[in-house]
């Protein structure tokens, strides 16, 4: 007994300090909210000698024309639609695959699978040209219209598994209870992918909501910048950087983040542990 509770304490501790080495990037950015320029670059501790507090008041007031508010909104209006799109799309797309059968449905399984392997950057350029072609640079529609026609193989690929992994009579007591094909997935077969689905949503709101490059391939104007280029700018705007407000609105930037996968921890877990496994 006392042997198990050694191995158990070592155990906890060990992932303690892992886990205090894996917060502390955090842990810095927050105080460095609360340094002054010097200190930023002469205290590499935590907690400030000199404590300011003037960061995130000024920060999200920004120095030019429009402020974090403005990014903000900008981000939320670009990644609601992308992540509800993005979510639609992939139960759609993977309720087809795992449920009927269709004409050319392996090659077309298959040729969905093959772009999890291609590059991002090769598709850099044929996009960007599409999108001027089409007139949506400037615009969110690059980040938008991709989610609704469910070009993101590693979601679509996700939920098929999950689907897979669900009992088919289910949809055949659907189907006698006078279900149609949709009715079943909205009302049957939903409920029970909840795991996935919050993965799917956790997994895109991250990524778009911490987007850069994209955002600055396909955004130009200032007034619709989202909050990754809004910080960028905060560090272009002039040579005497005010470090304290860039890491206060880098923190401001990680709460919702990190709320919302606080708060979807248990489904995320178990739809990351179990999506691989079925089918």
């Not at 040729?111 to 996009?127: D, E, F, Q, S």
């Not at 026609?149 to 088919?168: E, Y």
């Not at 007591?173 to 079943?184: M, Q, Y």
Request: aromatic letters at 18%.
């Amino acid at each position: 007994m006392k042997r198990r509770t050694a191995s158990l304490a070592v155990k906890y501790l060990g992932l303690s300090l892992l886990a205090l080495f894996m917060l502390y990037p955090l842990f810095w950015m927050v105080g460095a909210s609360f340094k002054t320029n010097e200190e930023f670059f002469t205290n590499p501790g935590v907690f400030p000698l000199r404590p300011v507090f003037d960061g995130f008041a000024d920060g999200w007031r920004g120095s030019g024309q429009f402020t974090f508010t403005r990014f903000f909104a900008n981000t939320v209006a670009l990644v609601i639609p992308t992540v509800f799109f993005t979510l639609a799309s992939s139960v759609l797309v993977g309720y087809g695959f795992a449920r009927f059968d269709f004409p050319l449905k392996k090659p077309l399984f298959s040729m969905m699978i093959a772009t999890l392997m291609l590059p991002g950057t090769v598709v850099v350029i044929p996009r960007y040209i599409l999108f001027k072609n089409l007139g949506w640079l400037d615009t969110y529609w690059p980040f938008i219209a991709p989610s609704i026609l469910g070009v993101n193989a590693f979601f679509n690929f996700m939920m098929v598994q999950f689907f897979r992994g669900l009992p088919r009579e289910l949809d055949e007591s659907a189907i006698l209870d006078g279900c149609g094909s949709f009715t079943t997935l909205t009302r049957i077969l939903l409920p029970l992918c909840k795991p996935a689905i919050f993965s799917v949503v956790i997994f895109q709101f991250l990524w778009t909501w911490n987007d850069f490059f994209n955002s600055l391939l396909f955004i130009n104007s200032v007034k619709k910048y989202t909050l990754a280029l809004g910080l960028r700018m905060a560090i272009d705007i002039s040579a005497q950087v005010n470090w304290n407000q860039v890491m206060a609105m880098s923190v401001v930037t990680l709460i919702p983040p990190v709320i919302l996968f606080f708060a979807a921890q248990k489904y995320f877990v178990e739809g990351i542990a179990t999506t691989g496994l079925k089918g």
